[in-house]
């Protein structure tokens, strides 16, 4: 029974036609896994979601005090179990990706991994070839915590103005990148997650489906990583 179901998930047929199949031979179990002709089934379906998370809102699937990012996706879809994967700060903007897929969630969030994340940033005083020098050679933070290298670009035509890209995801980390080289992180938007890139036709609080394949562009990373 299980595996028609799975069968049936996986390859978007009915029941009945999933037992055929498994009748027919052309369904095979290995290590666990389930194979059409060959190729892998999913044990779910599962959905990802883009989400061009607004200010005000917390990457949280429950919060007592606070709007939190699920209250944005309407009726049908916050009763389908999903989750931010990762986290932005209430007052960041930008590309927030929400799953119900726990295993995608790790992969993408797994300090080994080593993703890269874009950022917009503004900042309260201008930025530096200093500061993007320091951020290259892997900067400390106020607390001594070491990060990996990363790439500061400044707007030529506004040096309150710039884009960072890192691979590593600490807590409040552009903010503290920035704090360390005493300045002050006013506005944050992520713009894009490996490869995948927030759409630019999406509002804040807009949000789009995806299809596995589109979510797993989050690991296509180029570059030294
Ligand atoms: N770095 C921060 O400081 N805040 C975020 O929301 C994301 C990265």
């Given at each position: ?7 049936a998930?996986g ?15 052309r369904?095979?179990l ?30 949280a699937?429950e919060d007592?005090?606070?709007?939190t ?5 309407g ?7 999903l989750?931010p ?8 903007t ?7 897929d ?21 900042t ?9 020098e ?10 001594g ?13 506004d ?5 960072l890209r ?10 503290r ?20 890139e927030?759409d630019?036709?999406?509002?804040p ?21």
């Open positions: 029974m299980r595996l028609e179901k799975l069968v998930d390859a978007g047929v009915s029941r009945s036609d999933a037992k055929e199949l498994i009748k027919s031979g369904v095979q290995l290590d666990g896994e389930v194979f059409l002709d060959g190729k892998r089934l999913e044990a779910e379906e599962h959905l990802y979601l883009m989400l061009n998370k607004p200010e005000g809102f917390v990457c699937t007592k005090r606070e709007k990012v699920l209250e944005l996706l009726e049908g879809l916050s009763r389908k179990e989750f994967v990762g986290r932005l700060d209430k007052d960041t930008g590309l927030l990706i929400l799953t119900s726990g295993a995608f969630a790790h992969a993408v969030t797994h300090p080994k991994k080593h993703i890269f994340k874009e950022y917009e940033l503004f309260a005083e201008p930025m530096t070839a200093a500061d993007s320091a951020i290259l050679g892997g900067i400390e933070l106020r607390d915590t070491r990060c990996r290298k990363a790439a500061l670009s400044i707007d030529p035509e040096a309150k103005h710039g884009w890192l691979s590593e995801g600490k807590y409040h980390q552009v903010k990148m920035l704090a360390a080289r005493g300045n002050r992180v006013e506005k944050l938007k992520r713009i894009s997650i490996g490869g995948l927030l630019a036709a999406l509002m609080g807009q949000f789009r489906l995806m299809s596995r394949e589109q979510a797993e562009k989050v690991f296509e990373t180029c570059g030294e990583n």
